[in-house]
Structures are given as structure tokens and as C-alpha cells.
């Protein structure tokens, strides 16, 4: 009998095929007998955020200038939430941002390079005027069977002009008692890193366009700073965090937590100025000429306590407190608290006005403009640093559309979120804020 390739080929390949029926049916009839039960997907489908704010804020105690002058900022800050499952148990987020600001007190880090006479109640129109920050999160996340566990891993960056910052981190959440009850505990490490950018009349290397000696000085005209530069560049924040969550009853909900916070490096800011009352002033125009810079500890060590309490009121309304302890090293004690009512005022809408008091004592190395000693080992005159009071008056609006009738290509719109918020120190300084959210998920 002669050798036919094609012949054989077909007997072999329709050979094959009843093999494959064969164990097709027989797959069918075992998968029939042991029925697999359906899992839910901790993520159903691809959501989108975008999210964008405008802040706007006003005072007269600019860090930058040594405690006094024009705190004008404005920042516009759009970010992206990606966030994809990746099957039935693991979610990847994304989260990219940028940060655009102008600020009135960064460009008076060179008072000298605008078109206007030197003033700290001037804003210069030089490059330190404005600066953005963009940052880039991705975290990973991982629920077990049962959706009783869940880990998540983080990794972040973030850069601007004089900073460079990398993070990484995760958690680990744990409920049981019917997922009545909840524990979670995360880390974080932050390894920051910073352009060391002194005064422009620190500097001594005639920066730029800026020689002291082209200036008439008054006052003081024998301006000699004792200044040195730092030589660390890193500052390292290390963080834990822990949360217990119980339902109490059927409209009761509470949470408390604690985080503890490690820095260490620089932790001053390098372009802010400190006068001291016992040396002479020095003056370049109407600007006073820097003493030194801010000089705080290499090391902090901060504590938070939180409490959350939940009360579900009736179908239309719901109410929500928190309230938070915090205390450092550096003599910091502050108190947070915090009350929000969201009320149903129809289909699919809910109004949130909201209200918060914080109050902080003033760090160990604060004083105002001029009231410094050159014998002091720290100094700032940072009035984030000092002792205050502050007020915030919020309020939202939500839709969020259960049949995302709204599409742009392939996603439907499943909520808007629009906030304004009004906060007042009892200081000279006041901000806005205004904020706008947009969640899509995927059709």
C-alpha cells in the first residue's frame, strides 16, 4: 500500500476530533455533577474618577519672609483615578496628579528679580512665583476567598522643583463577626529628597542676575550673615497606622484609630527666613535681608488618635462626627473635630453640609517676626508652627445616577460630587476651596 500524507492527516486530525468531543462531554458531565458556585468580583468593571480643585487662600504672615508679608497662593490641582479589576479578587488603582500653583511669598525667595520695588507685602514676578508638583500613586489590592481579608500593596512618587519623593507601603483588613466587625493596620515610608535653595542674600555666590553689591543698604549697612548650608538633603517619614471598626446596632457605626509618624533629616525649609531681635537690620529697598534660615530638630515623632461615630437617623438623614488627637515632640498639641449631615433632598441627590474646629498649641522653636535670639540652637517663624485656631464651613452637593444613563464612549457617569469649603484662622488667614468629582464606570 502506498504512503498517502493527506489521507492521513484527515484520519488523524478527525482522530483528534472525537478525542476532543469525547473529553468535552466528559468535562461537561463532571462540571454538571460538581457545580462551581459564582464568585463575585470585589470590582465589578473599570471605574474613572476625575477629580479637580481650586484653592485660593490670603494672609500676612508669609514663612518665607521671616513671619510677615503677602501669603497670596492659588493652586489648581486636576487628578485621575484609574481603577481596573484584574479578576474576581484583585484590584489595580491608579492615581495621577499635577499640582499648578502661584504664590505671592515663594517668589520673594528672590524679592529682587521683579519689575517693583522689594517688598514682603509685594509679590516678585520672578521664576519662583510659580512652581507644579505632579505625583503618581498605584496600589495593588488582594481579597481572599471569602472577602474576609484583604492586603494591599502601594507604591508612590511625586516631584517639583526643589523635592523629589518616593514612597511605598501597604495594609492588611481583616473582618469577621459577620463582616460586623473590621481591623485594619497600614505602613508607609517616605524617602524625600530636597534642592537646597536658600534667600537669594544667602546664597554669596551672586546667583543669577543678584550681586548684593550693585544694592544700597540701609539700616545696618554692614549686612554679614553667620551663615552656614545644610548638608543633609533627605528627610525619611516612617508610618504606622491601626483602625478598629464596629457596628454597634442597626443605624450605629463607630471606628477609632491611632497612627504614629517617625521623620528624620531636614526638616526645615530651607528658603525660610529668621530675623533675630539682637543683631542690627539690614534693608535692600523695603525687604528685610535674611538673619539665617528656619533651623528645627533632625528628628519628630508624631501621634494621632481618631474617633468616628455614625448614626443613622432615618431614610433621609445620616449623621457623621470625628474627632482626632494629635501631639509631637516638638510641643504640637492639637484638637480636631469635625461634624458632617448628609440629607437626601431627592432622587439621587444628597446635600452635605458639613462643620470643623481645630486648635493647636505652638511649637517649642516658633516666634514671630523679630523676636528670635542668635543664641537659640532652632528657630521659625512658620505660623503653621505657632498657636491658633482655625474654623472650616463646608458644603456638597452628590448625584450618583444607579443606571449611569450619562455616557462618554465605552463608560456611563455614576456619580457627581461638587464642595465648597470656607476656612478662617484667627490669624490674618483665610482660604476657599472648591472641589469637583466625576466617577465612570466602565458599560
Known amino acids: 500500500m502506498s504512503y498517502n500524507k493527506s489521507t492521513y492527516i484527515k484520519n488523524y486530525s478527525f482522530l483528534l476530533l472525537l478525542l476532543f468531543i469525547g473529553a468535552a462531554g466528559y468535562a461537561q458531565d463532571e462540571q454538571q455533577e460538581t457545580p462551581q458556585p459564582y464568585k463575585k468580583k470585589v470590582l465589578e468593571k473599570t471605574e474613572i474618577e476625575f477629580l479637580s480643585s481650586y484653592y485660593i487662600q490670603e494672609g500676612e504672615n508669609a514663612a518665607v519672609s521671616g513671619g510677615i508679608g503677602d501669603e497670596h497662593l492659588t493652586d ?19 492615581d495621577a496628579g499635577i499640582s499648578a500653583y502661584t504664590s505671592a511669598s515663594s517668589s520673594n525667595i528672590n524679592p529682587f528679580d521683579g519689575n517693583d520695588s522689594a ?5 516678585s514676578s520672578g521664576a519662583s512665583s510659580s512652581d507644579v508638583w505632579a505625583g503618581l500613586n498605584a496600589s495593588y489590592s488582594h481579597s481572599s476567598e471569602d472577602r474576609n481579608n484583604i492586603w494591599t500593596g502601594k507604591l508612590s512618587a511625586a516631584t517639583e522643583y526643589d523635592y523629589f519623593s518616593i514612597g511605598f507601603g501597604g495594609s492588611y483588613t481583616r473582618l469577621f463577626n459577620e463582616k460586623n466587625t473590621e481591623i485594619s493596620i497600614n505602613t508607609n515610608i517616605f524617602l524625600d529628597t530636597w534642592k537646597l535653595i536658600y534667600p537669594i542674600e544667602l546664597r554669596g555666590d551672586n546667583s543669577g542676575n543678584f550681586n548684593i553689591n550693585r544694592y544700597f543698604i540701609t539700616g545696618n549697612p554692614n549686612y554679614s550673615p553667620q551663615f552656614t548650608g545644610f548638608n543633609d538633603k533627605k528627610r525619611n517619614s516612617y508610618a504606622l497606622g491601626a483602625s478598629f471598626s464596629q457596628i454597634l446596632s442597626k443605624k450605629l457605626q463607630g471606628l477609632i484609630s491611632v497612627d504614629v509618624v517617625r521623620q528624620e533629616g531636614l526638616l526645615s525649609m530651607p528658603f525660610q527666613r529668621v530675623y533675630f531681635k539682637d543683631i542690627s537690620d539690614s534693608f535692600i529697598e523695603e525687604f528685610h535681608l535674611a538673619d539665617d534660615v528656619e533651623r528645627l530638630p533632625d528628628t519628630r515623632n508624631k501621634l494621632a488618635l481618631g474617633a ?39 432622587h439621587g441627590f444628597t446635600i452635605y453640609p458639613s462643620y470643623r474646629y481645630y486648635t493647636q498649641t505652638q511649637a517649642d522653636y516658633f516666634a514671630p517676626y523679630n523676636e528670635h535670639l542668635s ?25 450618583t445616577d444607579i443606571f449611569t444613563k450619562f455616557h462618554i464612549w465605552r463608560f456611563g457617569m455614576k456619580s457627581i460630587d461638587l464642595e465648597y469649603n470656607r476656612y478662617d484662622r484667627n490669624t490674618s488667614f483665610n482660604a476657599n476651596i472648591f472641589a469637583v468629582s466625576f466617577k465612570f464606570i466602565q458599560d
Open 76 to 94: 489648581i490641582t486636576p487628578t485621575f483615578i484609574v481603577s481596573v479589576p484584574l479578576n474576581e479578587d484583585d484590584v489595580l488603582t491608579i
Open 119 to 123: 517688598n514682603p507685602f509685594q509679590a
Open 308 to 346: 468616628n461615630l455614625n448614626y443613622y437617623i432615618n431614610e433621609f438623614l445620616v449623621l457623621r462626627t470625628h474627632y482626632r488627637y494629635y501631639t509631637d515632640d516638638w510641643g504640637i498639641d492639637s484638637h480636631t473635630a469635625k461634624i458632617e449631615l448628609p440629607v437626601k433632598i431627592g
Open 375 to 399: 543664641t537659640e540652637k532652632y528657630y521659625t517663624s512658620d505660623y503653621d508652627l505657632s498657636e491658633f485656631n482655625a474654623n472650616q464651613y463646608g458644603i456638597g452637593v452628590n448625584y
